[in-house]
């Protein structure tokens, strides 16, 4: 038998609420029509190739997590130039889509030229059942504002943490392969587990008050609060590509890591280079200082 699907369609980056909105609509219909769930998303774009929310593989995961048993990725460099209608045929028919969901600003085919409307007409003339989910708003700086990936993105950038976690319905996190650093961190009282982050997303920067959860290699799992610097260290290390280095505070690392991801939560400063280690030091001392002000006011 001939496997037949719910789907709803998109890029899905963050999988923010809006997504997670139409995800909630196929999942339901999947199981009161007793209809295998499908979600058809993308390696990459034309427009956002970099500066990404999360990375493929946490996408694919977060939406997966939301219950959707099957997710399609498409190869963009392959679909590119597809018509609407060609895309229309080569996927959503031939992957034996019979209902879709999708959002009321969804385009697809190439250069985005199909609409809901002309989904509306393909869909009637292959007998596949389309609804239309309103865009998801919230009020920002009492402004209601449709929720959107390039509207988190702004927010990352500003550095708007509160407002990315809103609209992405759960705690934003960074992370990347941990590396060992030159010591020096140790050597001048502030120890620092270093990693490189993930390549493609954006990323917050300066120094930034935050909690770090931590996996150790025995299995452990440890929520530290932590100041980290999202730079490239221009005072001793200069680095050639942005690095996180973070520093728990108030405690001694003596267990082996294996895994970390940051959660910014207030920006202290902008990077700087400093003309001596001492005046670094001493802004250092002070970013640790803002740090456990701003944890306070938390608690």
């Known amino acids: 038998m001939v496997r037949e699907f719910v789907a709803t369609i998109g890029f899905f980056d963050g999988v923010h609420i809006g997504h997670q909105r139409l995800i909630q609509y196929v999942t339901t219909y999947s199981l009161l029509n007793s209809i295998d ?14 500066n990404l929310i999360y990375p493929l593989e946490t996408k694919i995961e977060t939406i997966k997590s939301l219950g ?4 399609k990725i498409l190869k963009f460099l392959q679909i590119q130039r597809l018509s609407p209608k060609q895309f229309f045929e080569n996927i959503i028919v031939a992957l034996n889509i019979k209902t879709i969901f999708v959002g009321e600003d969804f385009k697809f085919g190439y250069c985005a030229k199909g609409d809901v409307n002309t989904l509306k007409k393909l869909c009637k003339k292959y007998n596949i059942k389309l609804l239309v989910i309103k865009n ?49 961190g140790k050597l001048l009282g502030f120890p620092t587990v270093n990693f490189y982050p993930q390549e493609d997303i954006l990323l917050p920067n300066g120094i930034i008050a935050g909690e770090s ?6 299995g452990k799992k440890f929520k530290k609060k932590s100041v ?19 520093h728990v505070i108030d405690e001694v690392i003596d267990y082996k890591i294996d895994k970390i991801f940051f959660r910014p939560l207030k920006k202290l400063r902008d990077e700087k280079k400093f003309e001596s280690v001492k005046l670094m030091l001493k802004n250092i001392n002070k970013d640790v200082i803002s740090a456990k002000k701003f944890f306070s006011t938390r608690s």
């Open 68 to 71: 959707i048993k099957n997710v």
């Open 37 to 50: 769930s499908l979600a058809v998303t993308f390696d990459t774009t034309a427009k956002i190739k970099k």
């Open 228 to 246: 980290a610097n999202f730079g490239y260290n221009p005072t001793i290390d200069s680095y050639n590509k942005i690095v996180c280095e973070v």
């Open 136 to 184: 998801v708003c919230v009020k920002i700086n009492n402004n209601d504002c449709k929720v959107s990936s390039s509207l988190i993105r702004k927010l990352i950038s500003n550095s708007e943490f509160d407002k990315v976690e809103l609209l992405l319905g759960r705690e934003y996190f960074v992370t990347g392969e941990i590396f060992h650093g030159k010591g020096m």
């Open 213 to 218: 959860l931590i996996y150790t290699s025995e």
